[in-house]
């Protein structure tokens, strides 16, 4: 036994313990630790563990859709009967991608699960590949999210274009082809590109959202044309200028969408083009998409004393304006928001600004705000319900005076109150960001997620 094999092994008893410890004490799922302890002794643990076995990796980032997408492509995987391992939700930095192959592996850091599914936090994913080599890599999409973190949507572009151009031609790219900062990553690359998107005329948004950030040519920096337009900066677009345009998709449409949400048509076509690189047959993907069942806090539905309660994780303007316009596709009518702004979140908040909050300023709506920022949310919404307009020079204020909104500081009195206030047989909906997310989920169910 060599000294990495030697000191891998003892890593590995260090970590699945510790995972046990921190399980059985309460104190969490034990996802980050064992595998922070790993890398802080052997920063290639993850590079050794891997050339131990023969499971293949697929990597999935983007700003929004990753853990749906994940749990998509896994359980596609499964019904096809291959055993799948991946990363749970929150741990998609390098600790957490560590932690999965420790846990699953045995005691000499072999793995026999055929595939290996890892959800890759944006700025990770340059890491991760420094660390793996995939077969396939699936890029959903980039927006604006945590600036204070992330920066702008170029610098991640950059980073990813950097880190992708290091592949060869083993490693299949599944790209939106309607996003055009991803589609264009899959140009002169060693590595194969596919693509997914939409194809429906029906979906498509006259508005222009104010969370709208790629909307210029990739290539020659012209303002793009889109023939339609899905959500934010998404759809079927071209320049022309330099002639760059949306790529042709390996699907149009699938028989069944699991969740509601033009972002899970996204999220399933993705899915889909993926099952169909790996030569899944269309019944067993069929099979699969109607068993689906969602990930934590991406559209759960709980029930309570005859009521529903739907939770929509809602982290940014993009995901925050398509949140909003599916609830409204359900016709809700009663809706918590829920603003943190802890680490997990941002520290940053300005981005409710960018948020479409005037489609909740209407007489049959009930709106509840709470969360650590509550207020800050309050007076977005109170700046939604006023409008101006001219007439003959002249400017007039209007506001409608029906609109109310109520805000509890007190996260558990806010959802009482909102199921309070839902007639039974009817949906509470609750649009959080993430660690506001957990936070209901452990008051509603009483167990912590990570």
């Not at 104190?27 to 302890?37: A, Y």
């Not at 194969?192 to 939409?198: A, D, E, M, R, T």
């Not at 909003?324 to 680490?343: A, F, P, S, W, Y």
Request: aromatic letters at 8%; proline letters at 3%; one cysteine or more.
């Amino acid at each position: 036994m060599t000294y990495n094999n030697h000191m891998n092994f003892l890593l590995i008893i260090i970590g699945k313990f510790t995972s046990f410890v921190s399980r059985i004490s309460g104190r969490g799922h034990g996802s980050t630790w064992p595998g922070h302890i790993a890398l802080s002794v052997n920063k290639n643990f993850i590079k050794d563990t891997l050339k131990n076995s023969k499971i293949k990796i697929i990597l999935i980032a983007g700003t929004n859709g990753k853990t749906t997408t994940t749990s998509l492509v896994q359980t596609i995987l499964e019904k096809d009967g291959k055993e799948v391992i991946h990363n749970v939700s929150g741990a998609n930095l390098l600790n957490g991608i560590a932690s999965t192959l420790l846990l699953h592996s045995n005691i000499f850091g072999q793995i026999s699960a055929d595939f290996a599914i890892f959800e890759i936090d944006e700025n990770t994913l340059p890491l991760v590949l420094g660390q793996t080599s995939p077969e396939y890599i699936l890029l959903l999409n980039l927006f604006r999210d945590q600036l204070d973190r992330y920066g702008e949507v170029n610098s991640i572009v950059l980073k990813w274009k950097d880190a992708l151009s290091k592949l060869d031609d083993k490693t299949t790219l599944i790209l939106n082809a309607d996003d055009p900062q991803i589609a264009y990553l899959g140009k002169d690359l060693p590595a194969k590109p596919l693509y997914f998107g939409i194809n429906d005329k029906n979906l498509h948004q006259k508005q222009i959202q104010h969370a709208s950030d790629s909307t210029h040519c990739p290539k020659c920096g012209t303002k793009l044309e889109y023939q339609y337009r899905y959500y934010s900066h998404l759809g079927v677009w071209t320049c022309k200028k330099c002639g760059l345009k949306r790529s042709d998709t390996a699907i149009q449409k699938v028989s069944h969408y699991p969740l509601p949400g033009i972002y899970n048509i996204y999220n399933t076509h993705a899915a889909v083009t993926l099952a169909n690189a790996l030569h899944i047959s269309d019944q067993t993907t069929d099979s699969a998409l109607h068993e689906f069942k969602p990930a934590f806090g991406r559209q759960e539905v709980f029930e309570e004393d005859g009521r529903k309660i739907q939770i929509f994780l809602s982290k940014n303007p993009t995901s925050f304006n398509v949140s909003l316009r599916t609830v409204k596709d359900l016709q809700g009518k009663h809706i918590l928001l829920l603003l943190n702004d802890r680490i997990p979140d941002g520290r940053d908040i300005s981005w409710i600004w960018d948020i479409d909050t005037e489609e909740l300023v209407k007489d049959d709506i009930h709106v509840l705000i709470s969360g650590d920022r509550a207020h800050d949310m309050g007076l977005r919404i109170k700046y939604s319900s006023s409008s101006e307009f001219s007439f003959f020079n002249l400017k007039f204020s209007m506001k409608n005076s029906n609109f109310k909104f109520q805000i509890e500081d007190n996260l558990k009195k806010a959802i009482n109150l909102g199921l309070e206030q839902t007639p039974k047989s009817e949906t509470l909906y609750i649009l959080a960001t993430y660690s506001a997310m957990l936070e209901v989920r452990k008051l509603i169910t009483g167990k912590k997620i990570l």
